[in-house]
């Protein structure tokens, strides 16, 4: 029994099962716990009065453990995701459904970006598929800052919008915006080279 019932006349008694046993003394309450071969815990001892429940004491304190841990936040991690500045769109879908999953479970997503000597003179093409993810995740992450790069690296930053669940069944296919006439294409690779050699061969022709 709990120290402190020895100390309070009466309590609000409630048994194992959730009956309320209604205003009675500490002794009836305890009488009632040892009749059951139980134990009486006091559960709410700023309540008017007190409250007091018949419990087994072991499994009572197990309980109470494991609902804390269940409350407990859960700690955030950073996530990394890669990329390349010329991967195809399928590669780009699969890598931000994956940031979308992180970023709905609570976590920060990192995505690298990571370029070859010489795609090193296009660094636009890293920025707009970032853009695609960033876009892509909009509902649920919030990019930190802007794409930045670093040696042959461009780093992103998203992070998880504050009370924002992810909705993987409404997931919608990552847009990478229309490249400038002077520019790289920046969409399906495969079928910029197809349509370019489709052209020359009709000027062949």
């Known amino acids: 029994m709990n120290e402190r019932l020895l100390r309070i006349r009466e309590v609000r008694l409630v048994g194992e099962d959730g009956k309320q046993f209604g205003v009675v003394s500490t002794r009836d309450a305890l009488d009632k716990a040892i009749d059951a071969g139980l134990d009486l815990v006091l559960v709410a001892p700023q309540a008017e009065p007190p409250v007091a429940r018949i419990v087994n004491f072991g499994k009572w304190k197990y309980e109470q453990a494991k609902q804390k841990k269940d409350h407990k936040p859960k700690k955030q991690e950073v996530k990394g995701i890669k990329i390349s500045p010329n991967i195809a769109e399928h590669d780009l879908m699969v890598q931000a459904r994956k940031a979308k ?95 370019e050699d489709k052209q020359d061969s009709s000027e062949e022709v």
């Open 101 to 195: 999953q992180f970023l709905g479970e609570g976590h920060k997503v990192r995505v690298v970006c990571r370029f070859r000597a010489r795609e090193l003179a296009h660094p636009e093409l890293g920025v707009k598929k970032m853009d695609a993810i960033s876009a892509f995740v909009d509902e649920i992450g919030k990019r930190e800052k802007d794409p930045a790069l670093t040696g042959r690296e461009m780093v992103m930053v998203v992070n998880p919008r504050v009370g924002v669940v992810a909705k993987p069944k409404t997931e919608s296919k990552p847009k990478a915006e229309k490249p400038d006439a002077d520019e790289p294409k920046t969409g399906d690779i495969e079928n910029d080279a197809k349509a």
